[in-house]
């Protein structure tokens, strides 16, 4: 989630036009061919952070230790079972080729939410759509796996690296071409488009206080990598990479202000990765629905990160493939079929709760760690949460009412002025609707 140090600068962006639709399709099973062909249909569901609902006991989603634990990453983890629910219902009618999940599966790796969210999977499975995960870092050795039961929690069992390989056995986990090192792996889905699963999460060292948002792709991992990039590169194969942790900068200065949610070294993975062939990743683990272009020496990658389902709006992906060419949409969740608290409908209340956390945690980042006096964080705080908001949306466009508050605060504070600015400020390459080619 997001940390208040990150708002200091925007991301400079390529700028991408529409173009017009022309159509492409799969080898083994469908043949790449011009328009009017076959066709490849993407699903991409990230964050799920799946909560099985028998983790809450005896009113414990009302109680401190819930509650607290909602202050410190405030998550619609609640009603993470119904929203996904929702989810794998929209998909059985849309009918992905693929699915491509980025990680963070569940909240926090309780293995009983590992394996309701795999038994949904196998669901879409069972209906024809080939389902590849990776795993995000809530997912594994995860000492935040408890089960809450009224004013009190018990600490669960942590999912093992064998657990999860287990569990996913039939999303990734079946391929015979494993990295030694990792959880990463090669999925071959059609015979001239690869699945490239980059296994970033640091899972190995988490201790007593739980997971941890860095991410790195070990040396062995990315000479295993990038031989799988040659092999594709010698057989015309297309490779569409698949991590938890971005892989650029989604913002200028992202590793310095919010470190974490991009991989280490960052500058040269990237560039490693563009030399070996890879122009597409999908990525998740920040939350918000953004797609930044990343060019290099005359190279061109996307990183398209997809929003959390417990994140509001709570967004999904179906990205169409066709002729070197993503054409993308993003998809919401409106409603889940249980009742929310004061009979609201989803999208109010999921807005309204995270407008309430986000104030409280801004409020509190300002006092408590810039040491902002009371008043001017009471002022500023509201900004930024409405900035937030904008900025996990996507496409985010500043309305007058929000531009005049943020020159008012600019008087008091040019630092969280700009700060605020920078959340409303997206260039380039528009996050929701687009067109993104990967043939450069």
């Not at 993470?80 to 963070?104: A, Y």
């Not at 996913?168 to 699945?195: E, H, M, V």
Request: glycine letters at 8%.
């Amino acid at each position: 989630m997001i940390c208040l140090s990150i708002l200091a600068f925007s991301c400079k962006k390529e700028i991408i036009e529409p173009q017009p639709s022309s159509t492409i399709s799969a080898a083994g099973g469908k043949v790449l061919t011009g328009e009017g062909g076959p066709h490849i249909k993407i699903a991409v569901v990230s964050d799920i952070h799946y909560m099985d609902p028998s983790l809450l006991r005896n009113g414990a989603e009302n109680q401190a230790p819930f509650q607290d634990y909602l202050a410190q990453d405030p998550k619609l983890v609640q009603f993470s079972s119904w929203i996904f629910q929702q989810v794998v219902s929209d998909l059985k009618t849309l009918q992905p080729d693929l699915l491509l999940v980025p990680g963070d599966l569940t909240k926090d790796g309780e293995l009983v939410s590992h394996q309701a969210v795999a038994g949904y999977l196998d669901q879409l499975r069972l209906r024809g759509t080939k389902v590849f995960v990776i795993p995000g870092n809530h997912d594994i050795n995860n000492a935040k796996a408890v089960q809450y039961d009224g004013a009190g929690y018990t600490q669960l069992p942590r999912t093992q690296v064998a657990d999860f390989t287990t569990i996913y056995k039939n999303f990734g986990y079946d391929q015979t071409d494993r990295d030694p090192a990792s959880l990463s792996y090669l999925a071959k889905p059609y015979n001239d488009l690869w699945i490239l699963s980059i296994d970033a999460s640091e899972y190995e060292t988490y201790g007593p206080e739980g997971d941890k948002a860095d991410g790195r792709i070990k040396d062995a991992t990315m000479t295993w990598a990038l031989e799988k990039l040659a092999q594709a590169k010698q057989q015309g194969v297309t490779v569409f990479g698949l991590m938890h942790h971005n892989l650029v900068e989604h913002y200028s200065g992202q590793t310095q202000l919010d470190p974490g949610y991009v991989v280490d070294n960052w500058q040269t993975r990237v560039k490693q990765l563009m030399d070996a062939g890879l122009r597409i990743i999908f990525t998740g683990h920040y939350h918000a629905n953004d797609i930044t272009g990343y060019v290099q020496d005359g190279k061109q990658l996307y990183d398209i990160e997809t929003g959390s389902l417990v994140t509001p709006p709570s967004p999904y992906r179906i990205v169409t493939v066709k002729n070197k060419k993503l054409e993308i949409r993003t998809n919401t969740v409106q409603s889940i079929a249980t009742t929310l608290p004061g009979d609201m409908s989803f999208t109010d209340y999921s807005a309204a709760f995270l407008s309430q956390h986000l104030d409280g945690y801004f409020q509190y980042y300002l006092t408590n760690r810039l040491g902002v006096p009371p008043d001017l964080a009471a002022f500023a705080s509201p900004l930024l949460r409405n900035g937030a908001m904008a900025h996990f949306a996507g496409d985010e466009k500043m309305p007058p009412d929000q531009r005049a508050q943020i020159n008012t605060l600019a008087g008091m504070s040019a630092q969280l002025a700009e700060m605020a600015t920078t959340l409303w400020t997206d260039l380039g390459v528009k996050d929701n609707t687009t067109v993104v080619p990967y043939d450069k």
